[in-house]
């Protein structure tokens, strides 16, 4: 593995699944342009939101969203007076000359870990892909999931057939950003895979 491939890594859940991890290399600059990349341009084939053991936030836009930097963090939402939005802090954080932020609350603050990840059912089937972000406690800040093969383009059913095109774009950003080469389609296992524990 090159110093600039993606660390890996397998949690095992508690339900019997698994969770495998390709870690994009720690940099602030990696960081800025996986958010903007992943906002600006991909901004349609992306859902994003907390993802933790009992709450799982499935956000889209519906049309491309305003993205704007300052002082480490990412403001991104709709382009419109008043619409929700979200900040996200993935650079150097000092805050303001009348409010400086110490310097152990900007290291909390501030993505630490970037890793595209790959679930697996209990069988070992692929069954969602996506990518989490980590704040300086190890506390998730997000997760963003890719087109899934296993779901219709609107991510609303599942199909009985896998079109397994739609990994492309996880494969290349993590290609990208994480230095792992894509993969061939997995090979058709004609049981659907358990989308739920």
Known sequence: MSDDAAERSTERNLDGTTTE???????????RELVRVLFEDHWSDIDFGPCLQGAVFELRFASKPRVGYLDGYFTIGPDEPGAWHFHLCVGDHKGTKARPTPPELARWRQCARAAFYRDRDADGRARSWGLRLWNGRN???????????????????????????????WMDLRARFAGVPP???????????????
């Open 21 to 31: 991890y390709f870690d994009v290399p720690l940099a602030e600059a990696t960081y």
């Open 139 to 169: 506390e998730q800040m997000m997760t963003v999931f890719f087109p899934n093969p296993w779901l219709n383009p609107e991510r609303t059913k599942p199909v009985k057939e896998p079109d397994w095109s739609r990994l492309a774009l």
């Open 183 to 197: 993969e061939p389609a997995p090979v058709d296992d004609p049981r659907r895979p358990r989308m739920c524990g």
